[in-house]
C-alpha cells in the first residue's frame, strides 16, 4: 500500500512539473500550417494589396518631395505660421524656430523633413480612419465592446510582431513603413472620439431631440463639436506615438531621423544616435505644445454651465 | 383660430425592461412600490387622462418624483408611453412614424428645460436659430426672427456671448428665445424657472404672461411650486405618484381641494391672488361708487376698495353692466378663512 502510494505521488510530481504540451512535429506542422497558409495568401493577394496602397505611396512621396524641395527659410517661415495659427503663442512660435534652426544647423534638416512628412501622413490617415471608427463605436455598446480589445492588442503587443506580416505582405518600404506607424498610432483617436461622444451631456441630446435633430444632424451639430476637445487630446497622443515609432519605421526602409538613429545603434556612433534622437524629441515637444494649447482655446466655451 | 389643444388618453407608462407585462396588475390596483419591490418596474405614469386647453396655458406640478417631467416628454414623445394617446389636430402622437415625429418636433412642438440645456459651444444667436437651422430655413431668415425674439426675452446686446458668459436668468430668456423662434403651436416647459432666484423667476413669470396674451400659444407647463402654478396655469394637473389626484383652475383647486394632502399643499396660498370676485358676490344693488371689472382677484377689489374707502363695490362685465356687488369685509373673509368643505 505504501509503495502504492509513492507511486502515484511521483506521477503527479511529473504530471505537475512538466507541462503537457503538443507533442514536437505536430506543433511545428501548426505553426508550418500558419505559414504556409499566410505565405499562400501573400502569393494570392500580395499583388492586389500593394496596388491598393499605390496612391497612399504617391500621396507620402509627392508630400516627402514638397517638403524637401521646399527652400529652407520658406519652410522655417510655414512651420512658424502653423505654430502661431494653432497655439496664438509668440514664446512657443519663437522656441519652434530657434529648434528648426539648430537641427538644421548640426546637419539633420533633410532628415527631419523626411519624418516630418511621415508624422503629418501618418496623423492624417489616422484622423481620416480612426474618427469614423470612433463614431461608430459610440454608436452602441456592442461595437464598443467589439473595437475596444481590438485596439487593446495594437497598442499592447510588440510591433515587431505585426512587422512580419506586414514585410511579407508588403516587402520593405515606405507605405510599410506607415501602415507599422498607423497601426500603433490609431488607438488614442479612436478611443477618445468614442469617450468625447459618449460623455456629452445628456441634457443637451435631449434638447437637440426635442427640436427634431436628425442623427445626422445630432452628430454633426451638437455630438461632435461637443465632443472636439476630447477628439483633440486624442489626436495629441496619436502624434506623440507615430514620432515614437519613427525608428521602428526605419527598419523597414523609411528615411529620416529615425533610420539615422538605426545607422547610429549598428554602428556605435553615440554622437549621431544622440543627435538625431534628440531632434525626435524636440519635434514631439513643439507638436505636444502646440497641440495642448490649441486644444485649450477648442474647450475654452465648451464646458456646460448651469445657473 | 386651429385647435391646438393636446388630449391625453388613458395613458401609463412603465419603466423597464418589459412594462406591458405589468400593465394588467397596475390596472387593478398594484402600488408603484409593489411593483418596483416585486419586479424591479417603475411605476411613472397612471391612467393619465388630461384635456390641455388650446391656447391656455396648463399647469401640471407635483412633488419630485410625481412623474411631471415623464408627462410632459410624452407630448414631444421623447419617452414612449407603455399604453395610451395624445392626441393632438386628430393624430395620435403615439403612433407617428420617425419622420412624422420629426417633423412634429420641428414644426409644432418647442421646448424649455430646467436646466437650460443650450449647446455651449455656440453664441446666444446660434443658439437661438438652432430649431430654424435644424427644420433649413435660410440663414438671413432664421437670424432676423432669432434676433427679433432675443429682443423681446429682453437680450439684445448679448447676441455674441457664449451660454458660460451668461447668469442663470439670462441663460433661460436664450432657452426661452430659442423655443419662441420655432413659432411652435406647443410650448413645452419642464421646470424653466425652477433653477431661478425668486425675483428672477417671477420677472420671467412676468415675461411668459405677457407673451402669452399676444401669441396664444398652447403651453404646458410644469413646476413643483404652487404659487407659481396659480399665477400662470388657466388649468392645473396635480400629480402624485405618476397620478393625477385632482385637476381644475387654480381657483377650483384652493376652493376645493380634492383631499387632504391637497389641502396641506395649499394652506399657505394667497388666497387673495387666486379666488375671483365672481365667485363671492352677491346680487347686484349699485350701491357704490367704485366699479371693479368681473374675473378680479379679490386682492385687488380689497385694495380698490380700501384706496376709494368705500366698504362695497359693484363687479361689471366687459360691457360695462353691473351684475353683482362685494363688500370689503366679504373679500377679506374669503382671503382669510379657509373654504369649508
Ligand atoms: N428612465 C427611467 N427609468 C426608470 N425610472 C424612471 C426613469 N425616468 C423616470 N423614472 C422614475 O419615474 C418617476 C417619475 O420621474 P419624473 O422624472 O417624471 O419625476 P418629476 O416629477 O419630473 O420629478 P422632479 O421634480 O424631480 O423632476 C420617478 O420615480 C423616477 O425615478
Ligand atoms: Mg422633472
Redesign the pocket.
Given at each position: 500500500m505504501s509503495t502504492d502510494n509513492a507511486e502515484t505521488g511521483l506521477n503527479i510530481k511529473e504530471l505537475l512539473t512538466e507541462f503537457p504540451e503538443m507533442s514536437r512535429t505536430e506543433l511545428r506542422d501548426f505553426k508550418k500550417g500558419i505559414d504556409e497558409t499566410f505565405k499562400g495568401f501573400t502569393r494570392e493577394y500580395g499583388e492586389g494589396i500593394e496596388n491598393f496602397f499605390d496612391p497612399l505611396l504617391a500621396i507620402l512621396v509627392w508630400f516627402e518631395k514638397l517638403v524637401v524641395a521646399t527652400p529652407w527659410p520658406l519652410m522655417i517661415v510655414i512651420l512658424a505660421a502653423l505654430v502661431y495659427a494653432g497655439a496664438r503663442s509668440w514664446p512657443l512660435v519663437i522656441g519652434t524656430v530657434i529648434t528648426l534652426l539648430i537641427v538644421g544647423y548640426l546637419g539633420m534638416w533633410e532628415d527631419m523633413m523626411f519624418t516630418l512628412a511621415l508624422i503629418s501622413v501618418a496623423t492624417a490617415l489616422c484622423i481620416i480612419i480612426g474618427i469614423p471608427l470612433g463614431i461608430i463605436m459610440s454608436k452602441s455598446d456592442r461595437t464598443q465592446a467589439v473595437i475596444t480589445p481590438v485596439l487593446d492588442i495594437m497598442q499592447t503587443i510588440p510591433s515587431f510582431v505585426y512587422l512580419i506580416p506586414i514585410l511579407m505582405l508588403l516587402g520593405i518600404g515606405k507605405v510599410p513603413g506607415l501602415i507599422a506607424v498607423c497601426i500603433y498610432a490609431i488607438p488614442p483617436v479612436v478611443r477618445l472620439t468614442n469617450l468625447g461622444i459618449r460623455l456629452v451631456d445628456k441634457d443637451v441630446l435631449e434638447a437637440a431631440d426635442a427640436f427634431g435633430a436628425s442623427p445626422r444632424q445630432k452628430l454633426f451639430t451638437v455630438q461632435l463639436p461637443l465632443a472636439l476637445p476630447n477628439i483633440f487630446a486624442g489626436v495629441n497622443q496619436t502624434i506623440m506615438m507615430a514620432l515614437a515609432m519613427v525608428v521602428v519605421a526605419a527598419l523597414i526602409g523609411v528615411q529620416g531621423l529615425g533610420s539615422e538613429v538605426l545607422k547610429a545603434v549598428n554602428n556605435q556612433y553615440l554622437a549621431l544616435g544622440l543627435m538625431n534622437g534628440l531632434a525626435i524629441v524636440a519635434i514631439a515637444i513643439v507638436f505636444d505644445r502646440v497641440s495642448q494649447k490649441f486644444g485649450k482655446r477648442l474647450q475654452k466655451h465648451s464646458e456646460v454651465v448651469h445657473g | 383660430m386651429a385647435d391646438n389643444s393636446i388630449e391625453v388618453k388613458n395613458l401609463y407608462k412603465i419603466?423597464?425592461t418589459n412594462g406591458k407585462k405589468y400593465i394588467e396588475a397596475v390596472k387593478n390596483g398594484m402600488s408603484k412600490d409593489d411593483l418596483n419591490a416585486k419586479h424591479g418596474h417603475?411605476l411613472?405614469l397612471k391612467n393619465i387622462n388630461i384635456n390641455m386647453p388650446s391656447a391656455k396655458i396648463q399647469v401640471i406640478m407635483?412633488?419630485?418624483?410625481?412623474?411631471?417631467?415623464?408627462?410632459i416628454r410624452h407630448i414631444n414623445r421623447l419617452i414612449d408611453p407603455t399604453i395610451g394617446e395624445v392626441i393632438f389636430q386628430g393624430e395620435d402622437i403615439c403612433k407617428m412614424s420617425k419622420g412624422d415625429l420629426q417633423e412634429f418636433r420641428r414644426h409644432k412642438t418647442a421646448m424649455v428645460f430646467?436646466k437650460f440645456a443650450l449647446l455651449p459651444h455656440r453664441t446666444v444667436i446660434d443658439n437661438t436659430i438652432f430649431g430654424l437651422e435644424l427644420q433649413g430655413v435660410d440663414k438671413k431668415e432664421r437670424h432676423d426672427r432669432a434676433m427679433h425674439w432675443l429682443s423681446r426675452v429682453g437680450l439684445d446686446g448679448f447676441e455674441e456671448n457664449y451660454p458660460n458668459q451668461l447668469s442663470g436668468g439670462m441663460q433661460q430668456r436664450v432657452g426661452l428665445a430659442r423655443a419662441l423662434t420655432n413659432d411652435a403651436d406647443i410650448l413645452l416647459m419642464d421646470?424653466a424657472f425652477s433653477a431661478l432666484d425668486p425675483l428672477i423667476r417671477m420677472d420671467m413669470q412676468s415675461i411668459l404672461l405677457e407673451l402669452q396674451a399676444e401669441l396664444h400659444k398652447t403651453v404646458v407647463f410644469?413646476t413643483?411650486d404652487l404659487d407659481e402654478a396659480l399665477r400662470l396655469g388657466d388649468q392645473i394637473a396635480i400629480?402624485r405618484d405618476?397620478e393625477v389626484i385632482q385637476q381644475g383652475t387654480g381657483q377650483e383647486i384652493v376652493l376645493k381641494p380634492a383631499d387632504a394632502y391637497i389641502a396641506d399643499f395649499i394652506k399657505e396660498v394667497n388666497r387673495g391672488r387666486v379666488i375671483r370676485v365672481d365667485t363671492i358676490m352677491t346680487a347686484a344693488n349699485g350701491g357704490s361708487s367704485i366699479t371693479i371689472p368681473t374675473g378680479s382677484r379679490l386682492e385687488l377689489a380689497a385694495k380698490l376698495m380700501v384706496e376709494s374707502g368705500e366698504a362695497e363695490a359693484n363687479i361689471i362685465d366687459d360691457a360695462g353692466n353691473a351684475i353683482g356687488a362685494i363688500t370689503l369685509k366679504s373679500a377679506i373673509d374669503a382671503m382669510v378663512t379657509p373654504a369649508v368643505h
Open positions: - | 419603466f423597464g417603475v411613472g407635483g412633488l419630485s418624483g410625481s412623474g411631471k417631467s415623464t408627462m430646467q421646470e410644469i413643483h400629480l405618476g
